[in-house]
């Protein structure tokens, strides 16, 4: 019995991870004749550090949830060599906030982090083919390593990573026992506790917020029952 609840867990974490990943192309999308004003951006884009290669990646525009322009595909700027994305980007307000997301299509993976935002004005044009902007997108999340299934509890991949200010612990505890969830700075110095007494099996997702703490890394500790584990996250 307890191989088999094992097992179904195991197989459960490879779908959420898997569906969390590999989720296919956005379905964004803009209708132009909405918006009175436009601007132009030409940048390249950036993923944990890689600049992108693959006019097949997607670039976006956002005022919140509301798409305000896409780019689906790049172009190679021969005098650099340089793969550039030439977005044009709506809006009906002057000094409207624009965030950007982008899709990696070589990973399949959708990245929405960047410290890179821009202040919305008419017939602006920003960037260039020669000096464009740099879209640089982290996702930590990426890089974390799926463990050997311990007997006490999964630690999923916490989320949105980097975040701000609010991040979410998603765990699977196998058998009943005692809960530790702690954050330790990059000193290794415990900041915070998070959960600390007796905790029943089950899925459980827990929250941090981090407004009352400076921006930096940051790591999710798990220990129950013998059984420990941490996480890296970046708060912005």
């Avoid at 950036?46 to 798409?67: K, M, Q, R």
């Avoid at 960047?114 to 464009?132: K, L, Q, R």
Wanted: proline residues 7%; negative net charge.
């Amino acid at each position: 019995m307890k191989c088999e609840s094992q097992f179904k867990i195991w197989f459960f974490s490879i779908i959420f991870i898997s569906n969390y990943l590999y989720s296919g192309p956005p379905d964004w999308s803009v209708n132009p004749p909405d918006f009175q004003f436009n601007a132009s951006m030409t940048g390249v884009l950036l993923f944990n550090g890689e600049e992108s290669t693959d006019g097949s990646d997607i670039i976006a525009a956002f005022v919140g949830d509301e798409c305000r322009g896409i780019k689906t595909d790049g172009i190679i700027f021969p005098s650099t060599g340089r793969m550039v994305f030439g977005i044009t980007l709506y809006g009906n307000e002057n000094g409207e906030t624009l965030t950007f997301k982008a899709y990696d299509s070589s990973m399949d993976h959708v990245f929405d982090s960047t410290d890179y935002s821009y202040s919305f004005i008419p017939n602006d044009i920003v960037g260039n083919a020669e000096e464009p902007v740099e879209w640089v997108f982290i996702d930590t999340v990426l890089s974390v390593e799926i463990e050997p299934l311990p007997d006490n509890f999964v630690l999923y991949p916490v989320y949105p990573n980097p975040f701000n200010p609010v991040l979410n612990i998603p765990l699977v505890l196998v058998k009943p026992g005692n809960l530790s969830v702690s954050v330790v700075d990059i000193s290794g110095r415990v900041v915070d506790t998070i959960a600390n007494g007796f905790w029943e099996p089950g899925t459980h997702t827990l929250t941090w917020s981090g407004d009352q703490f400076p921006s930096g890394v940051y790591f999710i500790s798990v220990n129950s029952n013998g059984g420990v584990t941490r996480q890296k996250v970046l708060l912005l």
